[in-house]
């Protein structure tokens, strides 16, 4: 067996993502020599998937729509978000502060590195529009964070899962990882090492201890997103905060066969500064479009579609669960995971205009039934006879006719006998018939973070600093509750850069 490999620097990044590469840009800027670890191939994490929006008070683009915005109305919103979330007191209000003071410098360093931003747009109840809008796609975050790492002297070494802590009594002094070939190597850190290894809304483990059996069957958007940060702190000692809270279960539509067009363009300066000049001056109607591609593709549909009385199919044609109760629990359970949502022509009409929304960014724009039909053909199907929806959708026609002529009968009764739904609406009895699916069941971010200090600093039981240990992104989320749109990038970048700068200091 080979002896095992030993590198050092005074600052070692655990993970890729925007947390990660901010943090190493900043331990750079400060003169120190920077190792970044990531377990995948390329760098990017979450941040990486996201739509790209950041949220941020007192910036550029709100003076130029004559926005007066401060930190302190930034931080008194988001405790509304938390109020509407039935959160209570749950907020860490020293982290939020930190958040909504650094936010404007955040966005404002981003900048700096030739990122582009179009908005602000508005998402009550915010007072003021604060979502600022990357371009061209969130790779340009990743793509000018990483380019001004490596031209700062950053070493990153892709394909280096971290796999433990390496402490020297109390402090924590490097960071044992494998290489791709199975190798181990201690990278040791003379200064700190961040941890900013995303979420764990990929593991099954701390789901089922953190929040409970049921969520920890349902996947998480990234897959890498697997908690790497938590078990290692915590193996040390750290203390997890709000760990029972996460964004979902919630059912989205699987993702479109090909990316948008928006999605797959070049993050360069050039390219987004074109777009925003043309996005500045775009007609509203041209807009629209433009967000619904956005709506149809990547946000959850409505709950008040199964209100108002479509029902929920797996692929057998069969409904399993009643559709008021807790449904994304019940789909990673079904064939493929998936199910279909089918309603008649009366629910049909009803979801072509406002109120009924099949999908919608508050405050931004909704999209009804006609923009899924236009936008998203590879989910929408549409039948004059719920045989000819079943052969549609790739389902057996006998099952499903069966399902929609049960489901009938118990609306007229009402009193649903297999599933116990109140109310039932007013069956499935008008053609022509649809279907949109199928869709999946996703947790989407967890809440829970190590407990920080304002320094970034991983703190363990009694409030002990853990030395040469901090926490950036959502490893490091502390108890901040970001149920905004917008936030978690924004807490990504401002808490990286902190971590990187503290770190350096020793």
């Not at 900043?26 to 920077?34: L, N, Q």
Request: proline share 6%.
């Amino acid at each position: 067996m080979s002896a095992k490999g030993q590198i050092e620097a005074d600052v070692v990044v655990v993970g890729g993502g925007g947390a990660g590469l901010a943090a190493a840009l900043e331990a750079a800027d400060c003169g120190r020599r920077v190792i970044l670890l990531e377990k995948k191939p390329q760098l990017g994490g979450t941040t990486l998937l996201a739509v790209g929006s950041i949220a941020a008070c007192r910036t550029p683009h709100q003076r130029r729509q004559g926005v007066e915005d401060s930190p302190e109305e930034f931080f008194e919103d988001m405790g509304l978000f938390n109020q509407r979330g039935g959160l209570g007191n749950r907020d860490n209000l020293e982290l939020r502060r930190l958040l909504a003071d650094e936010s404007s410098t955040t966005l404002q360093w981003l900048m700096g590195l030739g990122l582009e931003f179009f908005g602000p747009m508005p998402e009550p109840p915010n007072r003021h529009p604060r979502m600022h809008n990357v371009l061209p796609n969130a790779g340009a975050y990743i793509y000018h964070l990483a380019r001004h790492a490596r031209r700062r002297g950053v070493q990153v070494r892709l394909g280096m899962a971290a796999e433990r802590l390496l402490t020297q009594g109390e402090r924590v002094t490097g960071v044992e990882a494998r290489s791709p070939d199975g190798a181990m190597l201690d990278v040791l850190a003379r200064r700190g090492v961040i941890l900013a290894t995303g979420d764990f809304s990929s593991s099954r483990e701390l789901k089922k201890t953190y929040l409970s059996p049921s969520v920890a069957e349902v996947e998480g958007i990234n897959p890498a997103s697997t908690g790497d940060g938590h078990r290692m702190g915590l193996e040390v000692g750290a203390r997890l905060i709000n760990g029972d809270l996460c964004w979902g279960p919630e059912i989205r539509f699987v993702a479109p066969p090909r990316k948008l067009l928006i999605s797959a363009l070049p993050p360069i300066t050039l390219l987004a500064r074109l777009m925003s000049v043309v996005a500045s001056r775009l007609p509203a109607r041209l807009m629209r479009r433009v967000l619904l591609s956005f709506l149809t593709s990547y946000l959850a549909p409505s709950p008040r579609l199964l209100e108002e009385g479509a029902i929920l199919v797996n692929r057998a044609g069969c409904r399993f669960v009643n559709e008021l109760g807790a449904p994304a629990l019940a789909i990673p359970h079904q064939p493929d995971r998936v199910a279909f949502f089918v309603f008649d022509h009366r629910l049909a009409q009803k979801f072509s205009a406002w109120p009924y929304y099949v999908s919608t960014a508050p405050g931004v724009a909704y999209a009804f039934l006609a923009d899924y039909r236009h936008n998203r053909r590879d989910i929408y199907a549409q039948a004059t006879s719920v045989d000819g929806l079943a052969r549609a959708v790739g389902m057996p026609a006998a099952a499903l006719s069966a399902t929609v002529t049960a489901y009938n009968r118990s609306a007229d009764a009402g009193h649903d006998s297999g599933f116990g739904r109140t109310p039932l609406g007013l069956g499935l009895e008008v053609p022509p018939f649809y279907a949109l699916g199928p869709a999946k069941s996703w947790v989407v971010f967890t809440d829970g973070g190590l407990a920080v200090t304002a320094r970034m600093e991983v703190l363990g039981h009694g409030g002990r600093v853990i030395p040469g240990l901090y926490a950036a992104g959502s490893a490091g989320q502390g108890g901040v509750l970001l149920q905004a749109h917008g936030l978690h990038l924004c807490w990504a970048f401002a808490s990286g850069r902190l971590a990187g700068r503290q770190a350096s200091s020793g």
